[in-house]
């Protein structure tokens, strides 16, 4: 069994990274073969809209056309039993760099039909993992739980299953003395740190269990 995850944060080793390195000792405990990749280390474009994955008859016909720094992990993903995608969240949403990946992961699998359908061969486990600066309050406030859904949902449809791991109020900073900050008390953010970071990097770790699971789709 291989289990992938993406790291769409420019910090290799920050927040999400960690979890995602958690989430792949959960896999590997399983007996699972992992491999963690940092998007930020591929070169690529999101999808240009040249379509040749809709082709009939195309010889990209439901794979992306595209050639570039991304077309060797999209390879990968095509025979995974299961991956994870991690990112922090900038403005509201996931970096540039994994909506772009995730443009050019999705499309191709996606058919024009009612109802949907995807090209996608088999039904396999998938999950995001998010990181953010702010509260689970906040987060809601700013109706970040909408864009969390979409994205599941898209996941779930394309490869027939996904979940949600969200880690708030984590460390942004290395330290705050350096920048100008005054959102909250760094003091306070560290103390709260140290107590909920390590219950995420366990939750990490058990969704990463989790994927090396069978996955049956009830069908009606």
């Known amino acids: 069994m291989k289990v992938?995850?993406?790291?769409?944060?420019?910090?290799?080793?920050?927040?999400t990274g960690q979890l995602l390195v958690q989430a792949l000792k959960g896999a590997a405990s399983k007996g699972a073969e992992t491999e963690l990749i940092h998007l930020y280390n591929l070169d690529y474009k999101g999808c240009t809209s040249c379509f040749?994955?809709?082709l009939k008859?195309?010889?990209?016909?439901?794979?992306?056309?595209?050639?570039?720094?991304?077309?060797?992990?999209?390879?990968?993903?095509?025979?995974?039993?299961a991956f994870l995608i991690g990112s922090p969240i900038y403005f509201g949403t996931v970096t540039g760099e994994v909506r772009s990946f995730m443009e050019r992961l999705l499309f191709p699998y996606m058919v024009y039909a009612q109802p949907p359908q995807s090209l996608f061969e088999?039904?396999?486990?998938?999950?995001?993992?998010?990181?953010?600066?702010?509260?689970?309050?906040?987060?809601?406030?700013?109706?970040?739980p909408v864009h969390f859904d979409v994205n599941e949902k898209y996941l779930a449809r394309m490869f027939g299953q996904a979940?949600?791991?969200?880690?708030?109020?984590?460390?942004?900073?290395?330290?705050?003395?350096?920048?100008?900050f005054d959102y909250f008390d760094?003091?306070?953010?560290?103390?709260?740190?140290?107590?909920?970071?390590?219950?995420?990097?366990?939750?990490?770790?058990?969704?990463?269990?989790?994927?090396?699971?069978?996955?049956?789709?009830?069908?009606?």
């Open 4 to 15: 992938y995850a993406i790291n769409g944060s420019p910090r290799t080793n920050w927040n």
């Open 52 to 54: 040749g994955c809709k």
């Open 122 to 144: 088999n039904n396999i486990r998938t999950a995001f993992i998010y990181t953010m600066n702010v509260s689970e309050d906040v987060a809601k406030k700013y109706q970040y």
């Open 163 to 180: 979940e949600t791991l969200c880690a708030y109020e984590t460390l942004q900073f290395e330290d705050y003395d350096k920048v100008v």
């Open 57 to 81: 008859g195309g010889k990209s016909y439901g794979k992306c056309a595209m050639r570039d720094g991304l077309t060797p992990l999209l390879k990968k993903l095509e025979t995974a039993n």
């Open 186 to 220: 760094p003091a306070e953010r560290r103390t709260k740190y140290a107590e909920t970071f390590p219950k995420y990097c366990r939750q990490a770790f058990e969704m990463g269990s989790r994927m090396t699971k069978p996955l049956v789709i009830e069908t009606k």
